[in-house]
C-alpha cells in the first residue's frame, strides 16, 4: 500500500459520517508468510467460485477490446504512486469508467492475520465503507478497489460511482469481480484490496506486493451490491453489467 488510504481524506471529502470503531485487537506476534497463490482454477475462497479464466463466462480479450481507446472524462490524469508523474486518465464506457494502471494493495479495514499493523506499515483499521453489521470491510476476504477522493482532476461522485458500485477488474487474462471499498488520496489511482490481488494471481503482500502495470479497472454507474460484503452478489452483478456493456456494443457473448 502507497500511503494511508481514507483516514487522512474522509472528513474533508466529506463523503462518510462519523462512526466509533471499536478498539482494534493487537495483531499477532509473528508476521505470516505469504501463501502462494493457485493458478488451478480452484476457487480462491471457500463457497466462491473462480474459474481458470476469472469468474463468470465474459473473456477479459472482450472487455479489453472495449477499452483499447480512452474517451476521457477526467479533467486531468491522477499518478499511480506519489512522487510519480500523472499518467492515468479517467475515461469513459457507456454507464461505466475505467482506467488503466498498476494495483497497490489496501489491507485497511477489519484487523485479519495477514492485514494488520504487522504486516502493513500503513495499516488502518478504518475503511472507507462499513458491512450491513457495522465492522469494517475485511481486506483479507473481500475484492473490493480503492477510489480517490474527489478533487478537480475527477470526482466519482459526478458518474454516480461509490461505495458498493461494482468493477470488474482484468489482468492477464482474468476477469474478477469488485467493490468499491476504500478511499484513497485524490491524485492517486490504481488500488485493490488484498484479496482482490490474490485472487487475480498478483502478489498481496502489502509491503512489497501488487502489479507495476497491466491491470484494467472497470466500475460501472449506478450499481450498487447490497449486502457490500457480500462477494456473491458482485459476481452475479458485474456477469450482468458487464454482459449488458458487451451487448450494447455489438460484441458477441459467450456461449460455453
Not at 461509490?162 to 468499491?180: D, K, P, Q, T, W
Not at 507495476?212 to 452478489?233: C, L, N, Q, W
Amino acid at each position: 500500500m502507497r500511503v494511508q488510504s481514507l483516514t487522512l481524506v474522509a472528513a474533508s471529502a466529506a463523503l462518510l459520517a462519523p462512526t466509533t470503531l471499536p478498539t482494534a485487537p493487537a495483531p499477532p506476534p509473528d508476521r505470516p508468510r505469504e501463501e502462494p497463490v493457485a493458478h488451478t482454477g480452484e476457487p480462491a475462497a471457500r463457497g466462491e467460485g473462480a474459474t481458470a479464466r476469472g469468474e463468470g463466462e465474459v473473456r477479459a480479450a472482450d472487455l479489453l477490446a472495449l477499452v483499447r481507446d480512452c474517451a476521457q472524462v477526467s479533467r486531468g490524469r491522477l499518478r499511480p504512486d506519489a512522487g510519480r508523474p500523472a499518467t492515468i486518465p479517467v475515461c469513459g464506457l457507456p454507464g461505466a469508467v475505467f482506467w488503466k494502471a498498476d494495483m497497490d494493495i489496501d489491507c485497511d479495514g477489519r484487523p485479519t492475520r495477514r492485514c494488520n499493523r504487522r504486516t502493513d506499515p500503513h495499516f488502518s483499521a478504518s475503511a472507507a465503507y462499513q458491512q450491513s453489521d457495522g465492522r469494517r470491510l475485511n481486506a483479507e476476504r473481500l475484492p473490493y478497489i480503492v477510489l480517490p477522493a474527489p478533487s478537480r482532476v475527477w470526482d466519482h461522485r459526478d458518474h454516480a460511482v461509490g461505495g458498493g458500485s461494482v468493477a470488474a477488474i482484468v489482468y492477464r487474462g482474468r476477469v474478477e469481480y469488485a467493490v468499491v471499498g476504500d478511499i484513497g488520496p485524490r491524485d492517486l489511482l490504481g488500488e485493490a484490496s488484498y484479496a482482490a490481488a490474490r485472487r487475480l494471481g498478483i502478489p498481496a503482500d502489502p509491503r512489497g506486493g501488487g502489479a507495476r502495470s497491466g491491470v484494467t479497472y472497470i466500475v460501472f454507474e449506478h450499481s450498487r451490491v447490497r449486502p457490500i460484503e457480500s462477494h456473491r452478489a458482485a459476481v452475479a452483478e458485474g456477469e450482468r453489467l458487464v454482459r449488458r456493456l458487451l451487448t450494447s456494443t455489438g460484441t458477441e457473448l459467450p456461449t460455453d
